[in-house]
C-alpha cells in the first residue's frame, strides 16, 4: 500500500507564482500533499518574494531570479532537516510567495475630529484625509507578524490596521512639523512628509515600508476658519488698522443694505457688531463732506460724528476678541481703543 501511495504521489519539480489580480500581498502554493522534487525549479518574478517554512519555522528566503532547489540552494532547510551533501530525494516545505509591489492610493482619513494640541490656540480640533502608498520590504517578518499560515492575505485584510496607524501619528506630526494650526492648509505637502516621518517606523514593526504620503485636505474647526478670514483681510490691507476698518465696512455695506430693506435689525446689528457700524457712519460723514466741497459749497469742517456708548463698547470688546486671537497687537488695540474712547457722546 505504501509503494502504491509513492507511486501515484506527483512530484512538484516547478515553483512560481503567476499575480492574477491586485491586492494580494502574500499567497501559499498549493501542496495538496505532494513533495517538491529534490532539483526542481523555483521562479521569483520581480516585485516578488519567496519564503520556505519548515514545520512553522522560516527557512530560506529569495529574492527575484531562477533557483535549481538543492542543498546549495536550501543552506537553512538542509540544516534544519539534518540533510547530507548526497541528499537527492524529494522533500516537503511550505511555500509561500509575497509581492513586493507598492500598493498605491490606500485611503486614510479622520471619520471624527482628532484632537492636537497648538501653541496659539491650546487644544483644537480638525479633519484631515489623503492616500499613502506602501509595500512588503521584509517578508520574513511580515510572515511572522501578520499574514502567518493564511492560504492568501490581502490589502483589504490589512487596510483598518494601516488606517489606525495613519490617524494614530496625525498629532506627532503636526507637532514635528512646526507648522502652525493656521497654515497647516496652506502647508500640506511638510504636513504629509512629517506625517510619513512618524508614521514610518510603526509599518517597518511588521515588515512594510510606508512609500509615500498625501494630504489632500485640511480642515479648520468653524470658529478658526473665521479668524482665518480675518487674518486674511487683514494681510490683505498690509495690517494697518484703518484700513483693517474699511475693508469690514466695505464686507457689511451689502448687509446693510440687505437688511434694510427686510427690516433690518438682525443685520444691522451684526454690522455693527463687527465695527462696522461705527466705521460705516465715518465714511458717510466723510462722503458727505466731499460733496459738499465738491459743489463749491464753502463750508466749515464738519465735526465728528457722534457715536452712541453702546456702539463703542461692543466695539472695542469685538476688537479685544481679536487681540486675543492674535490678529491685532496691543499697540494696534490701544491705539483704536482710546481712539473709539474720544468719540463717547
Excluded: C
Excluded at 522534487?37 to 521569483?44: D, E, H, P, R
Excluded at 466749515?300 to 492674535?326: C, F, N, R, S, W
Amino acid at each position: 500500500m505504501a509503494l502504491m501511495d509513492f507511486i501515484k504521489k506527483q512530484f512538484i519539480d516547478i515553483l512560481e507564482w503567476t499575480e492574477g489580480d491586485d491586492g494580494t500581498l502574500a499567497w501559499r502554493y498549493p501542496m495538496a500533499g505532494n513533495e517538491i522534487q529534490y532539483g526542481g525549479s523555483l521562479t521569483v518574478r520581480e516585485s516578488q518574494m519567496a519564503v520556505f517554512v519548515n514545520e512553522g519555522k522560516v527557512a530560506d528566503v529569495f529574492g527575484p531570479g531562477m533557483y535549481k532547489l538543492t542543498t546549495q540552494t536550501l543552506p537553512v532547510l538542509t540544516y534544519l532537516k539534518n540533510w547530507d551533501k548526497l541528499f537527492q530525494s524529494p522533500f516537503k516545505s511550505d511555500v509561500y510567495f509575497f509581492s513586493t509591489r507598492q500598493q498605491i492610493d490606500q485611503r486614510w482619513g479622520t471619520t471624527q475630529p482628532v484632537t492636537i494640541r497648538d501653541k496659539d490656540f491650546g487644544a483644537v480640533r480638525l479633519r484631515a484625509f489623503g492616500n499613502y502608498a506602501y509595500r512588503v520590504a521584509d517578508p520574513k517578518l511580515f510572515h511572522t507578524e501578520i499574514s502567518g499560515t493564511r492560504e492568501r492575505y490581502t490589502v483589504g485584510d490589512l487596510d483598518g490596521q494601516l488606517r489606525a496607524l495613519m490617524l494614530q501619528h496625525i498629532s506627532d506630526a503636526v507637532a514635528s512639523s512646526g507648522v502652525p494650526f493656521l497654515d497647516l492648509a496652506a502647508n500640506q505637502v511638510e504636513f504629509a512628509q512629517q506625517l510619513a516621518t512618524v508614521t514610518a517606523p510603526a509599518f517597518e514593526k511588521i515588515g512594510l515600508k510606508l512609500e509615500g504620503v498625501t494630504v489632500q485636505n485640511v480642515s479648520l474647526p468653524e470658529e478658526l476658519q473665521k479668524v482665518l478670514d480675518q487674518k486674511i483681510g487683514m494681510g490683505m490691507v498690509g495690517g494697518d488698522m484703518g484700513k483693517f476698518m474699511q475693508y469690514q465696512t466695505a464686507q457689511a455695506i451689502p448687509k446693510f443694505a440687505e437688511g434694510g430693506g427686510q427690516g433690518g435689525g438682525g443685520i444691522a446689528g451684526d454690522a455693527m457688531g463687527l465695527g462696522a457700524g461705527v466705521a460705516l457712519g465715518q465714511v458717510l460723514a466723510q462722503n458727505l463732506q466731499q460733496g459738499l466741497q465738491g459743489g463749491g459749497a464753502a463750508a466749515a469742517p464738519a465735526a465728528p460724528a457722534a457715536i452712541a456708548p453702546d456702539q463703542v463698547m461692543a466695539t472695542i470688546e469685538k476688537l479685544a476678541d481679536l487681540k486675543a486671537k492674535g490678529i491685532l497687537t496691543d499697540e494696534e488695540f490701544a491705539a483704536k481703543k482710546a481712539e473709539l474712547l474720544k468719540k463717547l457722546v
